[in-house]
Protein backbone atom coordinates (compact mmCIF):
# COMPACT_ATOMS: atom_id res chain seq x y z
CA UNK A 1 0.00 0.00 0.00
CA UNK A 2 1.29 3.06 -0.69
CA UNK A 3 -0.35 6.49 0.09
CA UNK A 4 -0.41 9.52 -2.99
CA UNK A 5 -0.17 13.39 -2.00
CA UNK A 6 -4.22 13.60 -2.00
CA UNK A 7 -4.75 10.78 0.34
CA UNK A 8 -2.07 12.27 2.84
CA UNK A 9 -3.80 15.70 2.54
CA UNK A 10 -7.21 13.62 3.43
CA UNK A 11 -5.21 11.92 6.61
CA UNK A 12 -3.57 15.16 7.70
CA UNK A 13 -7.37 16.89 7.59
CA UNK A 14 -8.90 14.24 9.68
CA UNK A 15 -5.84 14.41 12.41
CA UNK A 16 -6.14 18.53 11.90
CA UNK A 17 -3.02 19.01 11.16
CA UNK A 18 -2.11 21.46 8.57
CA UNK A 19 0.69 20.51 5.83
CA UNK A 20 1.84 22.17 2.97
CA UNK A 21 2.43 20.84 -0.52
CA UNK A 22 5.72 19.66 0.12
CA UNK A 23 5.11 18.44 3.23
CA UNK A 24 2.15 16.49 1.68
CA UNK A 25 4.77 14.60 -0.82
CA UNK A 26 7.59 13.78 1.94
CA UNK A 27 4.63 12.39 4.29
CA UNK A 28 3.40 10.31 1.42
CA UNK A 29 7.05 8.99 0.66
CA UNK A 30 7.51 8.53 4.45
CA UNK A 31 4.15 6.81 5.43
CA UNK A 32 4.41 4.67 2.53
CA UNK A 33 7.64 2.91 3.67
CA UNK A 34 5.88 2.48 7.33
CA UNK A 35 2.76 1.52 6.12
CA UNK A 36 4.98 -1.24 3.85
CA UNK A 37 6.73 -2.32 7.51
CA UNK A 38 3.10 -2.48 8.48
CA UNK A 39 1.89 -4.89 5.86
CA UNK A 40 4.23 -7.67 7.13
CA UNK A 41 1.33 -8.62 9.18
CA UNK A 42 -0.53 -9.74 6.26
CA UNK A 43 1.96 -13.13 6.22
CA UNK A 44 -0.49 -14.48 9.23
CA UNK A 45 -4.13 -15.81 8.84
CA UNK A 46 -5.84 -14.42 11.94
CA UNK A 47 -8.92 -15.59 10.37
CA UNK A 48 -9.66 -17.37 13.82
CA UNK A 49 -8.23 -15.33 16.10
CA UNK A 50 -9.88 -13.21 18.72
CA UNK A 51 -8.38 -9.44 18.85
CA UNK A 52 -6.69 -8.66 22.17
CA UNK A 53 -7.53 -5.06 23.14
CA UNK A 54 -5.28 -4.67 26.25
CA UNK A 55 -3.42 -6.91 28.28
CA UNK A 56 -5.76 -6.48 31.28
CA UNK A 57 -8.82 -8.18 29.83
CA UNK A 58 -10.84 -8.62 33.09
CA UNK A 59 -13.01 -5.35 31.98
CA UNK A 60 -13.01 -2.41 33.46
CA UNK A 61 -14.17 -1.28 36.99
CA UNK A 62 -17.19 0.53 37.75
CA UNK A 63 -17.14 3.39 40.71
CA UNK A 64 -20.47 5.10 42.79
CA UNK A 65 -21.61 8.26 41.11
CA UNK A 66 -20.30 9.93 43.41
CA UNK A 67 -18.09 13.76 43.02
CA UNK A 68 -14.70 13.11 44.32
CA UNK A 69 -13.18 16.11 43.05
CA UNK A 70 -13.08 19.48 44.11
CA UNK A 71 -13.74 22.71 41.81
CA UNK A 72 -10.43 24.00 40.71
CA UNK A 73 -11.99 25.74 38.11
CA UNK A 74 -9.78 29.10 38.26
CA UNK A 75 -6.52 27.17 38.43
CA UNK A 76 -7.43 24.71 35.93
CA UNK A 77 -8.26 28.07 33.60
CA UNK A 78 -5.06 30.11 34.36
CA UNK A 79 -2.89 27.88 32.11
CA UNK A 80 -5.20 28.06 29.39
CA UNK A 81 -4.27 30.68 26.24
CA UNK A 82 -7.66 32.22 26.31
CA UNK A 83 -10.18 32.68 28.65
CA UNK A 84 -13.00 35.07 29.73
CA UNK A 85 -14.93 34.73 32.12
CA UNK A 86 -14.52 31.17 33.50
CA UNK A 87 -14.91 30.67 29.80
CA UNK A 88 -12.49 29.29 27.30
CA UNK A 89 -12.44 31.60 23.93
CA UNK A 90 -11.73 30.44 20.52
CA UNK A 91 -12.10 32.17 17.15
CA UNK A 92 -15.80 32.89 16.38
CA UNK A 93 -17.65 29.71 15.34
CA UNK A 94 -21.61 31.49 14.50
CA UNK A 95 -21.69 34.60 12.61
CA UNK B 1 28.69 10.84 47.67
CA UNK B 2 27.97 11.26 43.72
CA UNK B 3 28.57 7.58 43.03
CA UNK B 4 26.54 5.86 45.88
CA UNK B 5 23.55 3.94 45.35
CA UNK B 6 20.14 5.30 46.66
CA UNK B 7 20.16 2.55 49.52
CA UNK B 8 23.75 3.53 50.24
CA UNK B 9 22.46 7.50 50.36
CA UNK B 10 19.32 6.06 52.54
CA UNK B 11 21.67 4.52 54.77
CA UNK B 12 23.88 8.01 55.14
CA UNK B 13 20.73 10.14 55.47
CA UNK B 14 19.51 8.17 58.08
CA UNK B 15 22.66 8.18 60.01
CA UNK B 16 22.98 11.67 59.46
CA UNK B 17 26.16 11.58 57.43
CA UNK B 18 24.75 14.10 54.94
CA UNK B 19 21.43 16.20 54.93
CA UNK B 20 19.08 16.06 51.82
CA UNK B 21 20.45 19.74 51.35
CA UNK B 22 23.65 19.13 50.59
CA UNK B 23 22.77 15.76 48.58
CA UNK B 24 20.55 17.85 46.56
CA UNK B 25 23.07 20.09 46.09
CA UNK B 26 25.87 18.26 44.82
CA UNK B 27 23.55 16.69 42.45
CA UNK B 28 22.55 19.59 40.92
CA UNK B 29 25.96 21.46 41.09
CA UNK B 30 26.75 18.29 38.66
CA UNK B 31 23.51 19.14 36.34
CA UNK B 32 24.89 22.68 35.99
CA UNK B 33 28.24 21.22 35.00
CA UNK B 34 27.64 18.65 32.81
CA UNK B 35 24.70 20.67 31.18
CA UNK B 36 26.31 19.52 27.87
CA UNK B 37 24.38 16.19 27.97
CA UNK B 38 21.18 17.85 28.17
CA UNK B 39 19.65 15.58 29.94
CA UNK B 40 17.24 17.75 31.81
CA UNK B 41 14.77 20.29 30.38
CA UNK B 42 13.77 21.81 33.47
CA UNK B 43 15.50 22.05 36.57
CA UNK B 44 14.23 24.82 39.65
CA UNK B 45 16.71 24.49 42.22
CA UNK B 46 14.78 26.50 44.91
CA UNK B 47 12.20 24.14 44.17
CA UNK B 48 14.31 20.96 45.15
CA UNK B 49 15.89 22.68 48.14
CA UNK B 50 12.57 23.20 49.67
CA UNK B 51 11.81 19.52 49.11
CA UNK B 52 15.22 18.76 50.64
CA UNK B 53 14.95 21.11 53.62
CA UNK B 54 11.26 19.87 53.91
CA UNK B 55 13.02 15.84 54.18
CA UNK B 56 15.37 16.94 56.37
CA UNK B 57 13.28 18.07 59.29
CA UNK B 58 10.93 14.67 58.35
CA UNK B 59 14.19 12.69 58.98
CA UNK B 60 15.42 14.76 62.26
CA UNK B 61 11.65 13.86 63.56
CA UNK B 62 12.50 9.97 63.16
CA UNK B 63 11.22 7.12 61.23
CA UNK B 64 11.55 8.34 57.58
CA UNK B 65 11.15 6.28 54.95
CA UNK B 66 13.80 4.88 52.63
CA UNK B 67 13.65 7.55 50.08
CA UNK B 68 13.39 10.25 52.35
CA UNK B 69 15.97 12.56 51.65
CA UNK B 70 16.72 11.51 48.36
CA UNK B 71 17.13 13.47 44.99
CA UNK B 72 15.52 11.76 42.35
CA UNK B 73 14.64 13.16 38.39
CA UNK B 74 11.46 12.81 36.84
CA UNK B 75 11.15 12.27 33.13
CA UNK B 76 9.35 15.63 31.85
CA UNK B 77 6.22 12.77 30.76
CA UNK B 78 5.04 13.43 34.66
CA UNK B 79 3.09 16.30 35.63
CA UNK B 80 4.37 17.62 38.90
CA UNK B 81 2.17 20.40 40.82
CA UNK B 82 4.15 23.91 39.91
CA UNK B 83 6.83 22.65 37.85
CA UNK B 84 6.68 23.30 33.70
CA UNK B 85 5.68 19.80 32.29
CA UNK B 86 6.88 19.79 28.27
CA UNK B 87 6.63 15.92 27.41
CA UNK B 88 9.74 16.34 25.13
CA UNK B 89 6.96 18.64 22.93
CA UNK B 90 6.93 22.43 21.79
CA UNK B 91 2.88 22.24 22.07
CA UNK B 92 3.87 22.02 25.56
CA UNK B 93 6.61 24.04 26.10
CA UNK B 94 4.58 26.53 28.62
CA UNK B 95 2.27 23.67 30.37
CA UNK B 96 2.97 24.64 34.06
CA UNK B 97 1.51 21.23 35.40
CA UNK B 98 -1.68 21.90 37.83
CA UNK B 99 -1.85 18.86 39.69
CA UNK B 100 0.29 16.14 40.29
CA UNK B 101 0.68 12.47 38.37
CA UNK B 102 0.22 9.71 40.94
CA UNK B 103 3.65 8.16 40.89
CA UNK B 104 5.23 12.25 41.73
CA UNK B 105 2.65 12.34 44.68
CA UNK B 106 3.94 8.71 46.02
CA UNK B 107 7.32 10.39 45.80
CA UNK B 108 6.49 13.31 47.40
CA UNK B 109 4.84 11.26 50.43
CA UNK B 110 7.81 9.57 50.46
CA UNK B 111 10.03 12.64 50.73
CA UNK B 112 11.89 11.71 48.01
CA UNK B 113 13.13 15.15 46.26
CA UNK B 114 12.26 15.73 42.59
CA UNK B 115 15.71 17.31 41.28
CA UNK B 116 14.06 18.00 37.26
CA UNK B 117 12.47 16.81 34.38
CA UNK B 118 14.98 15.00 32.22
CA UNK B 119 14.20 14.62 28.42
CA UNK B 120 12.97 12.71 26.54
CA UNK B 121 11.57 12.03 22.86
CA UNK B 122 9.13 14.03 22.09
CA UNK B 123 5.70 12.22 23.61
CA UNK B 124 7.73 9.35 24.09
CA UNK B 125 8.05 8.23 20.18
CA UNK B 126 11.43 7.48 19.28
CA UNK B 127 14.25 5.35 20.66
CA UNK B 128 17.21 8.03 19.96
CA UNK B 129 15.86 10.83 22.53
CA UNK B 130 16.74 12.90 18.85
CA UNK B 131 13.14 13.59 18.62
CA UNK B 132 13.08 16.21 21.95
CA UNK B 133 12.18 19.72 20.90
CA UNK B 134 14.51 20.54 23.64
CA UNK B 135 16.89 19.34 21.61
CA UNK B 136 18.97 15.44 21.58
CA UNK B 137 20.94 13.97 25.01
CA UNK B 138 24.53 12.52 24.89
CA UNK B 139 25.23 9.19 25.98
CA UNK B 140 27.85 9.80 28.71
CA UNK B 141 29.61 6.68 27.72
CA UNK B 142 30.42 8.64 23.97
CA UNK B 143 29.17 11.96 23.72
CA UNK B 144 28.87 11.69 19.99
CA UNK B 145 26.16 8.56 20.23
CA UNK B 146 22.84 8.42 21.97
CA UNK B 147 21.73 7.31 24.74
CA UNK B 148 18.23 5.58 23.41
CA UNK B 149 14.87 6.86 23.87
CA UNK B 150 12.42 7.83 24.88
CA UNK B 151 13.63 8.13 28.50
CA UNK B 152 17.16 9.20 27.02
CA UNK B 153 17.56 11.64 29.62
CA UNK B 154 17.17 9.57 32.54
CA UNK B 155 19.13 7.46 31.37
CA UNK B 156 22.16 9.72 30.71
CA UNK B 157 21.67 11.55 33.87
CA UNK B 158 21.89 8.89 36.34
CA UNK B 159 24.96 7.08 34.04
CA UNK B 160 26.69 10.52 34.54
CA UNK B 161 25.67 10.47 38.03
CA UNK B 162 23.71 13.34 37.61
CA UNK B 163 20.99 11.67 39.96
CA UNK B 164 20.95 8.53 41.83
CA UNK B 165 17.53 7.39 40.24
CA UNK B 166 15.28 8.55 37.69
CA UNK B 167 11.85 7.35 36.22
CA UNK B 168 11.32 6.18 32.85
CA UNK B 169 8.19 5.18 31.12
CA UNK B 170 8.11 2.29 28.41
CA UNK B 171 5.81 1.73 25.89
CA UNK B 172 7.93 -0.35 23.25
CA UNK B 173 11.12 -0.36 25.27
CA UNK B 174 11.74 3.22 26.65
CA UNK B 175 12.73 2.48 30.16
CA UNK B 176 14.98 -1.20 28.83
CA UNK B 177 16.59 0.12 25.55
CA UNK B 178 18.25 3.48 26.78
CA UNK B 179 18.72 1.59 29.95
CA UNK B 180 20.84 -0.60 28.11
CA UNK B 181 23.03 1.44 25.81
CA UNK B 182 23.79 3.48 29.41
CA UNK B 183 24.78 0.77 31.69
CA UNK B 184 21.55 0.46 33.67
CA UNK B 185 19.46 -1.00 35.64
CA UNK B 186 15.99 -0.35 34.51
CA UNK B 187 12.62 -2.40 35.23
CA UNK B 188 9.47 -2.00 33.14
CA UNK B 189 6.37 -3.21 35.34
CA UNK B 190 3.55 -5.48 34.31
CA UNK B 191 0.84 -3.28 32.33
CA UNK B 192 -1.74 -1.99 35.78
CA UNK B 193 1.15 -2.13 38.28
CA UNK B 194 2.46 1.34 38.37
CA UNK B 195 -0.81 4.32 37.93
CA UNK B 196 -0.25 6.19 34.70
CA UNK B 197 -2.63 8.79 35.73
CA UNK B 198 -1.18 11.96 35.52
CA UNK B 199 1.21 10.42 33.26
CA UNK B 200 0.97 12.15 29.83
CA UNK B 201 -0.53 8.94 27.54
CA UNK B 202 1.36 7.79 24.14
CA UNK B 203 -0.43 4.51 23.70
CA UNK B 204 -2.48 3.59 26.60
CA UNK B 205 -2.96 0.15 26.21
CA UNK B 206 0.99 -0.37 26.42
CA UNK B 207 2.41 2.12 28.51
CA UNK B 208 4.12 1.54 32.02
CA UNK B 209 6.28 3.86 34.12
CA UNK B 210 8.90 2.54 36.19
CA UNK B 211 12.70 3.17 37.68
CA UNK B 212 15.57 3.79 35.99
CA UNK B 213 18.73 2.96 38.51
CA UNK B 214 22.13 1.54 39.30
CA UNK B 215 21.13 -1.28 40.57
CA UNK B 216 18.12 -3.93 40.92
CA UNK B 217 18.39 -2.82 44.87
CA UNK B 218 17.59 0.69 44.17
CA UNK B 219 14.91 -0.40 41.46
CA UNK B 220 13.25 -2.34 44.26
CA UNK B 221 13.35 0.59 46.41
CA UNK B 222 11.49 3.15 43.79
CA UNK B 223 9.03 -0.04 42.72
CA UNK B 224 8.13 -0.48 46.74
CA UNK B 225 7.40 3.53 46.25
CA UNK B 226 5.70 3.84 42.46
CA UNK B 227 3.62 0.56 42.99
CA UNK B 228 0.43 -0.05 43.48
CA UNK B 229 -3.60 0.28 42.88
CA UNK B 230 -4.93 3.39 42.10
CA UNK B 231 -8.86 4.23 41.44
CA UNK B 232 -8.00 7.22 39.22
CA UNK B 233 -6.54 4.90 36.61
CA UNK B 234 -8.81 2.73 35.30
CA UNK B 235 -6.69 0.25 34.14
CA UNK B 236 -4.50 -0.03 37.47
CA UNK B 237 -4.55 -3.97 38.61
CA UNK B 238 -6.14 -3.67 42.39
CA UNK B 239 -3.71 -5.99 43.59
CA UNK B 240 -1.13 -6.66 46.85
CA UNK B 241 2.78 -4.77 46.06
CA UNK B 242 5.19 -7.27 48.03
CA UNK B 243 8.42 -5.26 49.59
CA UNK B 244 10.54 -6.16 47.01
CA UNK B 245 13.42 -5.60 48.96
CA UNK B 246 12.75 -8.67 51.01
CA UNK B 247 13.05 -10.81 47.98
CA UNK B 248 15.98 -9.72 46.71
CA UNK B 249 18.65 -12.04 47.99
CA UNK B 250 16.78 -15.61 47.51
CA UNK B 251 18.64 -18.54 45.93
CA UNK B 252 18.03 -18.71 42.26
CA UNK B 253 19.50 -22.54 41.97
CA UNK B 254 16.87 -24.35 40.19
CA UNK B 255 15.43 -21.20 38.35
CA UNK B 256 14.94 -22.20 34.61
CA UNK B 257 15.74 -19.74 32.36
CA UNK B 258 13.76 -19.76 28.42
CA UNK B 259 16.21 -18.61 25.66
CA UNK B 260 13.90 -17.75 22.40
CA UNK B 261 15.47 -19.01 19.67
CA UNK B 262 13.83 -16.37 17.62
CA UNK B 263 15.80 -13.81 19.86
CA UNK B 264 19.22 -15.72 19.15
CA UNK B 265 19.07 -15.34 15.20
CA UNK B 266 20.57 -13.02 12.68
CA UNK B 267 20.13 -9.23 13.03
CA UNK B 268 22.28 -9.39 16.53
CA UNK B 269 25.56 -7.41 16.85
CA UNK B 270 28.00 -10.42 17.14
CA UNK B 271 29.57 -8.47 20.01
CA UNK B 272 25.88 -7.92 21.45
CA UNK B 273 25.38 -11.92 21.43
CA UNK B 274 28.87 -12.67 23.05
CA UNK B 275 28.17 -10.58 26.07
CA UNK B 276 24.68 -11.81 25.73
CA UNK B 277 26.05 -15.67 26.00
CA UNK B 278 28.72 -14.96 28.59
CA UNK B 279 25.76 -12.86 31.13
CA UNK B 280 23.47 -16.28 30.78
CA UNK B 281 27.29 -18.84 31.36
CA UNK B 282 27.30 -16.43 34.45
CA UNK B 283 23.58 -17.20 35.55
CA UNK B 284 24.54 -20.79 34.98
CA UNK B 285 27.37 -21.00 37.50
CA UNK B 286 24.31 -19.48 39.80
CA UNK B 287 22.73 -22.14 39.41
CA UNK B 288 19.87 -21.69 36.63
CA UNK B 289 19.34 -24.20 34.00
CA UNK B 290 18.28 -22.98 30.36
CA UNK B 291 15.86 -24.17 28.01
CA UNK B 292 14.96 -23.28 24.54
CA UNK B 293 11.49 -21.85 24.24
CA UNK B 294 10.11 -20.29 20.88
CA UNK B 295 7.99 -17.10 20.34
CA UNK B 296 7.10 -18.10 16.70
CA UNK B 297 5.33 -14.52 15.87
CA UNK B 298 7.87 -12.29 17.45
CA UNK B 299 8.81 -10.82 14.18
CA UNK B 300 5.34 -9.14 13.58
CA UNK B 301 5.92 -7.72 17.09
CA UNK B 302 7.21 -4.30 15.07
CA UNK B 303 3.87 -4.23 12.47
CA UNK B 304 2.04 -4.72 15.37
CA UNK B 305 3.10 -2.32 17.35
CA UNK B 306 3.30 0.49 14.34
CA UNK B 307 -0.66 0.29 14.15
CA UNK B 308 -1.66 -0.19 17.46
CA UNK B 309 0.55 2.71 19.74
CA UNK B 310 -0.08 5.50 16.45
CA UNK B 311 -3.82 4.46 16.32
CA UNK B 312 -4.07 5.20 20.17
CA UNK B 313 -1.73 8.29 19.87
CA UNK B 314 -3.49 9.59 17.32
CA UNK B 315 -6.29 9.24 19.75
CA UNK B 316 -4.32 10.46 22.84
CA UNK B 317 -3.27 13.02 21.27
CA UNK B 318 -6.32 14.85 19.70
CA UNK B 319 -6.71 17.00 23.44
CA UNK B 320 -3.84 19.12 22.19
CA UNK B 321 -5.89 21.65 20.46
CA UNK B 322 -4.84 25.16 21.69
CA UNK B 323 -7.81 25.79 23.59
CA UNK B 324 -7.08 24.37 27.23
CA UNK B 325 -3.35 24.73 27.89
CA UNK B 326 -0.38 24.58 25.99
CA UNK B 327 0.76 25.88 22.92
CA UNK B 328 -1.44 27.87 20.47
CA UNK B 329 -0.60 29.55 16.73
CA UNK B 330 -0.70 33.16 16.37
CA UNK B 331 -2.11 33.11 12.69
CA UNK B 332 -5.29 31.45 11.83
CA UNK B 333 -8.88 32.45 10.37
CA UNK B 334 -11.27 30.14 11.95
CA UNK B 335 -11.14 27.51 14.79
CA UNK B 336 -10.21 24.87 12.67
CA UNK B 337 -7.11 26.71 11.44
CA UNK B 338 -6.50 27.24 15.06
CA UNK B 339 -6.73 23.91 15.36
CA UNK B 340 -4.86 22.71 12.25
CA UNK B 341 -2.20 25.59 12.65
CA UNK B 342 -1.71 24.71 16.36
CA UNK B 343 -0.84 21.46 16.13
CA UNK B 344 0.98 21.61 12.83
CA UNK B 345 3.47 23.98 14.69
CA UNK B 346 3.39 22.11 17.94
CA UNK B 347 4.25 18.85 17.24
CA UNK B 348 7.03 17.48 15.87
CA UNK B 349 7.86 15.66 12.43
CA UNK B 350 7.90 12.11 14.28
CA UNK B 351 4.47 12.71 16.20
CA UNK B 352 3.07 13.75 13.01
CA UNK B 353 3.96 10.49 11.36
CA UNK B 354 2.75 8.53 14.09
CA UNK B 355 -0.81 10.50 14.25
CA UNK B 356 -1.38 10.36 10.31
CA UNK B 357 -0.14 6.31 10.61
CA UNK B 358 -2.89 6.10 13.51
CA UNK B 359 -5.35 8.11 12.42
CA UNK B 360 -5.24 6.28 8.89
CA UNK B 361 -5.78 2.85 10.92
CA UNK B 362 -8.55 3.95 12.05
CA UNK B 363 -10.58 5.52 9.51
CA UNK B 364 -13.27 4.33 7.32
CA UNK B 365 -12.62 1.57 5.68
CA UNK B 366 -9.34 0.41 6.83
CA UNK B 367 -10.26 -0.33 10.44
CA UNK B 368 -10.72 -3.91 10.28
CA UNK B 369 -7.35 -4.19 7.92
CA UNK B 370 -4.75 -2.50 10.21
CA UNK B 371 -5.89 -2.40 13.96
CA UNK B 372 -8.29 -4.91 13.69
CA UNK B 373 -5.98 -7.34 12.35
CA UNK B 374 -2.98 -6.13 14.71
CA UNK B 375 -5.21 -6.87 17.68
CA UNK B 376 -5.39 -10.04 16.50
CA UNK B 377 -1.31 -10.63 16.23
CA UNK B 378 -1.52 -9.05 19.52
CA UNK B 379 -3.42 -12.20 21.04
CA UNK B 380 -1.02 -14.26 19.12
CA UNK B 381 2.00 -12.78 20.31
CA UNK B 382 1.11 -12.47 24.17
CA UNK B 383 0.20 -16.42 23.93
CA UNK B 384 3.85 -17.15 22.43
CA UNK B 385 4.45 -15.99 26.12
CA UNK B 386 1.81 -18.22 27.90
CA UNK B 387 3.24 -21.21 25.97
CA UNK B 388 6.73 -20.24 27.07
CA UNK B 389 6.07 -19.56 30.52
CA UNK B 390 5.20 -23.25 30.40
CA UNK B 391 8.69 -24.64 30.63
CA UNK B 392 10.50 -21.95 32.12
CA UNK B 393 10.72 -19.26 34.99
CA UNK B 394 12.08 -16.27 33.45
CA UNK B 395 12.80 -14.94 29.66
CA UNK B 396 16.68 -13.89 28.88
CA UNK B 397 18.15 -12.50 25.76
CA UNK B 398 19.43 -8.80 24.87
CA UNK B 399 17.41 -5.50 25.37
CA UNK B 400 18.83 -4.09 21.64
CA UNK B 401 20.34 -5.66 18.75
CA UNK B 402 22.85 -3.29 19.12
CA UNK B 403 24.86 -0.82 21.40
CA UNK B 404 24.54 2.71 21.70
CA UNK B 405 24.90 4.22 17.70
CA UNK B 406 26.09 7.80 16.67
CA UNK B 407 24.08 11.13 16.97
CA UNK B 408 21.80 11.11 13.43
CA UNK B 409 22.46 8.27 11.92
CA UNK B 410 18.76 6.75 11.92
CA UNK B 411 17.51 9.83 12.19
CA UNK B 412 16.49 10.39 8.98
CA UNK B 413 14.77 6.87 8.24
CA UNK B 414 12.21 6.49 10.46
CA UNK B 415 11.67 2.87 10.14
CA UNK B 416 15.46 1.92 10.51
CA UNK B 417 14.75 3.20 14.00
CA UNK B 418 11.82 1.38 14.50
CA UNK B 419 13.79 -1.65 14.28
CA UNK B 420 15.79 -1.21 17.67
CA UNK B 421 13.01 -2.02 19.54
CA UNK B 422 12.80 -5.43 18.03
CA UNK B 423 13.06 -7.24 21.56
CA UNK B 424 11.47 -4.86 23.62
CA UNK B 425 7.89 -4.33 21.82
CA UNK B 426 6.55 -7.79 22.22
CA UNK B 427 6.62 -7.40 26.09
CA UNK B 428 4.47 -4.22 25.74
CA UNK B 429 2.28 -6.32 23.52
CA UNK B 430 1.63 -8.61 26.23
CA UNK B 431 1.91 -6.47 29.04
CA UNK B 432 4.63 -8.70 31.07
CA UNK B 433 7.51 -6.84 33.21
CA UNK B 434 10.47 -6.67 31.36
CA UNK B 435 14.01 -5.52 32.83
CA UNK B 436 17.66 -4.13 30.91
CA UNK B 437 20.69 -4.77 33.35
CA UNK B 438 24.33 -4.21 32.65
CA UNK B 439 25.85 -7.22 31.15
CA UNK B 440 29.13 -5.97 29.59
CA UNK B 441 31.06 -3.87 26.96
CA UNK B 442 31.08 -4.02 23.49
CA UNK B 443 35.31 -3.61 21.57
CA UNK B 444 34.54 0.34 22.10
CA UNK B 445 33.55 0.26 25.36
CA UNK B 446 29.75 0.79 24.84
CA UNK B 447 27.70 -1.28 27.40
CA UNK B 448 25.12 -3.99 26.51
CA UNK B 449 22.22 -4.69 28.48
CA UNK B 450 20.68 -8.20 29.21
CA UNK B 451 16.85 -8.38 28.90
CA UNK B 452 14.99 -10.44 31.54
CA UNK B 453 11.10 -11.04 31.31
CA UNK B 454 8.76 -12.14 33.42
CA UNK B 455 5.06 -13.64 34.08
CA UNK B 456 2.62 -10.97 34.94
CA UNK B 457 3.23 -9.39 38.44
CA UNK B 458 6.45 -11.21 38.97
CA UNK B 459 8.92 -8.58 38.91
CA UNK B 460 10.13 -9.77 42.41
CA UNK B 461 11.49 -12.41 40.45
CA UNK B 462 12.87 -10.66 38.06
CA UNK B 463 14.61 -8.24 40.52
CA UNK B 464 16.21 -10.99 42.75
CA UNK B 465 17.46 -12.39 39.48
CA UNK B 466 19.01 -9.32 38.69
CA UNK B 467 20.17 -8.45 42.27
CA UNK B 468 22.03 -12.05 42.32
CA UNK B 469 23.64 -11.13 39.40
CA UNK B 470 25.02 -7.85 40.54
CA UNK B 471 26.35 -10.07 43.43
CA UNK B 472 28.44 -11.64 41.03
CA UNK B 473 29.46 -9.25 38.67
CA UNK B 474 30.62 -5.58 38.50
CA UNK B 475 29.78 -4.68 35.18
CA UNK B 476 26.49 -2.00 36.60
CA UNK B 477 29.11 -0.48 38.85
CA UNK B 478 31.46 1.06 36.22
CA UNK B 479 31.01 4.65 35.86
CA UNK B 480 31.65 6.72 32.29
CA UNK B 481 35.24 8.00 31.85
CA UNK B 482 34.86 11.88 32.52
CA UNK B 483 32.26 12.35 34.79
CA UNK B 484 34.56 11.37 38.19
Request: charged residues 20%.
Amino acid sequence: MSLDREQVRRIAHLARLHISEQEAAAYADTLSRILGLIEQMNAVDTSNVAPMAHPNEAGLRLREDAVSETDQREKFQRIAPAVDAGLYLVPKVIE
Amino acid sequence: MFDKTVAELSRALGRKDISSVELTGVFLARINKYKDLNAFITVDPERSLAQARAADARIGKGGAGALAGVPIAQKDIFCADGWRTTCGSKILSNFTAPYDATIIGKFNAAGAVCLGKTNMDEFAMGSSNETSYYGGVKNPWDTAAVPGGSSGGSAAAVAARLSPAATGTDTGGSIRQPSALTNLTGLKPSYGRVSRYGMIAFASSLDQGGPMCRTAEDAALLLNVMAGFDPRDSTSVDAPVPDYTQTLSGDIKGLRIGLPKEYFGAGMNPEVARTIDAAIAECKKLGAQVVEVSLPNSQLAIPCYYVLAPAEASSNLSRFDGVRYGYRAENYTDLLDMYCKTRAEGFGAEVKRRIMIGTYALSAGYYDAYYLKAQKLRRLIAEDFRKAFESCDVIMGPTSPTTAFKIGEKSDDPVAMYLSDIYTISVNLAGLPGMSIPAGFDSKGLPVGLQLIGQYFDEARLLNVAHRYQQATDWHKRMPKGFE
